[in-house]
């Protein structure tokens, strides 16, 4: 699987949009981007995953560059629940492979 | 549904000791992860098991652990003997379909301290 670059850390301000970058240069043709998130203490959450085109559901939307070589996760209106680690990860779809995490970026909400 | 439950929540335990831990995946989930967190590694995969049969196991750092999946509902992650550097937290994952990586639920974990 294609190996993913994250700011280690980043803030926001409650009820502002949080704009979560992450490069994957090395992106295959079948390799879907995926976030997950972990906050304190917990296991980590599924929020999206995309292809090529933007996603949205309810948590997020996911936009990702025509080249597919970089993404933004958005939280369109941060609350201080939304503090946690996020992981952006790049794997094919299709197979049994492992989900792999790296080490996120830290996402701090203040008020 | 509970999700997936692990036990127990916390451990703390003495060097050299037998350290158990209990995971029960979600009904009619086939696929079931162990993973370990510490700060200095992250999260990284142990083993995971299909149908109750491990699958890959390469994750695993040496022979003091081992994994176990006697029936659907239930595994364990045993360490004999423990170390201090075992000391992390231990989650449990799992999914019906691994395949499209969103499946993927996970339990609250298990923070082991080894002193």
């Known amino acids: 699987d294609a190996k993913t670059t994250q700011p280690p850390s980043m803030d926001c301000a409650e009820g502002r949009a949080a704009n979560l970058p992450c490069n994957h240069s090395?992106?295959?043709?079948?390799?879907?981007v995926y976030w997950y998130r972990q906050i304190h203490s917990q296991g980590p959450q599924y929020i999206i995953h995309g292809l090529k085109n933007n996603e949205t559901n309810e948590m997020a939307s996911l936009i990702i560059t025509e080249d597919r070589k970089s993404s933004t996760l958005i939280l369109p209106h941060a609350t201080l629940r939304d503090t946690a680690v996020y992981y952006c990860i790049v794997r094919v779809t299709g197979t049994a492979s492992k989900l792999t995490f790296g080490t996120g970026t830290r996402l701090q909400v203040t008020l | 549904d509970a999700g997936v439950i692990q036990s127990p929540r916390h451990e703390v335990t003495e060097m050299g000791q037998e350290v158990t831990l209990r995971c029960k995946p979600i009904s009619g989930h086939d696929y079931l992860f162990w993973y370990r967190q510490t700060m200095m590694r992250g999260l990284e995969l142990l083993i995971y098991f299909n149908n109750n049969v491990p699958i890959d196991d390469s994750g695993m750092p040496e022979d003091r652990f081992s994994a176990k999946m006697p029936n659907a509902s239930f595994s364990t992650l045993k360490i004999q003997p423990s170390e201090p550097r075992d000391s992390a937290v231990y989650f449990c994952a799992s999914s019906f379909n691994p395949r499209s990586g969103h499946g993927y639920t996970f339990g609250s974990g298990t923070r082991l301290t080894v002193v």
């Open positions: 090395t992106i295959s043709g079948n390799e879907y």
